[in-house]
């Protein structure tokens, strides 16, 4: 056996040996923490272990720290899990088994899963919380205690700065884009929200603050969003060879203060409306 086919057999035992662990570990989780409920999901099924181990391993975070956070994660991994399960159980399984009706079954947990969740998340009065009730629920109410939180302390982070954002942008421009930048001015460099750079890149555009719009493109583009090619960009900018590499090199500082979570509005010189 040469050493190419020796090196490949070796990586792909590891490669097994891994899932087969992971599925072991979650597997050995569930028998040691009987609230995890891993009895209503399925587990023997192939489809949708994916979402059901992040499930699984949520669950047990979940009870370590019952934050409303982790509580918001915990519906988005159940709709993710609903979703695959949607899918799933229209598939007519070769090995009957009742597996077809398993499926069924654990979608009902989860439908059940995700009522209790909001229930849940409805007992709390957390900023993060109301912004959940109001964008994913509709509710109405959530939405104005949320709003009458703008300027406490409670909506001074990222996530909430961003929050707000997303009532004023079809009601007032600019303080849309106050908030889009206090946004990425109180964040830390990690997970950085993609939405809010794409969303002040088309804000500036759509307000004609060309130079501004170009500069958030450049950043967008730095984090590997499609933005107009070379030859587009003359069309939709307007602007002369010399800005254009002005206005690169400031994108490329703007990235960079990102990334180290050392961003602020005032890297951005002040630009005329075009």
Not at 36 to 54: A, F, K, S, V, Y
Not at 68 to 83: A, G, P, Q, S, V
């Amino acid at each position: 056996m040469n050493r190419l086919k020796l090196a490949t057999m070796i990586g792909i035992g590891f490669l097994l040996s891994g899932c087969f662990e992971g599925r072991k570990n979650t597997d050995q989780l569930c028998e040691e923490n009987p609230a995890l409920r891993c009895e209503h999901l399925n587990m023997d099924d192939g489809q949708c272990r994916l979402p059901r181990t992040d499930l699984v391993w949520h669950r047990f975070e979940l009870i370590k720290n019952p934050s409303d956070d982790n509580k918001i994660r915990e519906y988005h991994i159940l709709t993710e899990f609903k979703k695959c399960l949607s899918l799933a159980a229209q598939i007519q399984p070769i090995d009957q088994n009742n597996r077809k009706e398993k499926r069924f079954t654990t979608l009902m947990h989860i439908n059940d899963e995700l009522v209790r969740v909001v229930a849940d998340i409805k007992q709390s009065a957390s900023a993060q919380a109301l912004y959940f009730l109001w964008s994913q629920e509709g509710d109405k109410e959530a939405r104005r205690y949320f709003l009458q939180l703008e300027g406490s302390k409670a909506l001074e982070s990222a996530e909430m700065q961003y929050a707000l954002a997303t009532f004023y942008t079809s009601r007032d421009v600019n303080k849309t884009l106050y908030l889009l930048n206090r946004s990425l001015e109180l964040a830390d460099g990690k997970n950085t929200n993609l939405d809010t750079i794409k969303t002040l890149a088309s804000l500036n555009f759509q307000n004609q603050y060309k130079e501004r719009a170009y500069i958030w493109a450049q950043v967008a583009k730095q984090y590997k969003v499609p933005t107009a090619s070379v030859l587009n960009r003359q069309l939709m900018y307007g602007l002369s060879e010399a800005q254009y590499q002005q206005l690169d090199e400031i994108a490329l500082d703007v990235y960079s203060a990102i990334e180290k979570g050392t961003y602020s509005t005032a890297i951005i010189p002040l630009y005329k409306n075009n």
